[in-house]
Structures are given as C-alpha cells and as structure tokens.
C-alpha cells in the first residue's frame, strides 16, 4: 500500500502561484511514477503532469505547459507541482496518484494509489 496525502492548495488571484506537495509513505516511493490530476466539476478527471521514477521523463497537458512544473524528491518520498501564471480555468480539486510502473501514464485507470485531493481556486 502506498499512501498519498496533498497540502498547498488554496485561493489564489489570476496570474499567482502555487505549490502542490504531495507525501508519500509505505512503499518504496521510488518505484512508481507519479501524477498529478485534476477534475473540475462537472468534467472527468484529466493528468496535468507525470514524471516517472526519477524524474527522467515528465509530461504536461498543453494547457500548462510553460506554467506548471512537475518534479520530485524521492529521498522526501514527495512529489511536487509547481504552478505559476494561474487562470481560472486551472480552478479544480488536484488529485496526487502513483502508478507501479516507470511509464508516465495519461489516463487515471492506470493509476494504483490515489490521494484524497487538493482544492485549487483561481479567482479572476
């Protein structure tokens, strides 16, 4: 079992930034590639950015490329996002998920651990 906790998301004005973390605790985290989604209401839930086991490969949707950065510290069993230049369209919950693979997968069924999710407001 692995477990996934989210922290940094919050209310923030259009044009601002955040920091998602996410902590990890059971198994070796280094051993999964890890994802962050998020689902908006009302839309299914899609993966923002991906990195695999040692952050070698990492994807982004295109509506974040240039803003957002995915990256990871598997001595801190954590994985972060970095957002900047936020739009109201970014407002969602952001899921963190680990998938026992090396594979940045896209679509969620490919994920094994999910966690409980962050909120993420972007007033205009």
């Known amino acids: 079992q692995v477990q996934l906790v989210e922290s940094g998301g919050g209310l923030v004005q259009a044009g601002g930034s955040l920091r998602l973390s996410c902590a990890a605790s059971?198994?070796?985290?280094?051993?999964?590639?890890m994802g962050w989604f998020r689902q908006a209401p009302g839309k299914g839930r899609e993966l923002v950015a991906g990195?695999?086991?040692?952050?070698?490969?990492?994807y982004y949707t295109a509506s974040v490329k240039g803003r957002f950065t995915i990256s990871r510290d598997n001595a801190k069993n954590t994985v972060y996002l970095q957002m900047n230049n936020l739009k109201p369209e970014d407002t969602a919950v952001y899921y963190c998920?680990?998938?026992?693979?090396?594979?940045?997968?896209?679509?969620?069924?490919?994920?094994?651990?999910w966690g409980q999710g962050t909120q993420v407001t972007v007033a205009a």
């Open positions: 998920a680990a998938a026992n693979t090396n594979v940045v997968h896209t679509t969620w069924m490919q994920y094994d651990y």
């Open positions: 059971g198994r070796t985290f280094s051993s999964y590639a």
């Open positions: 990195i695999s086991w040692r952050g070698g490969n990492t």
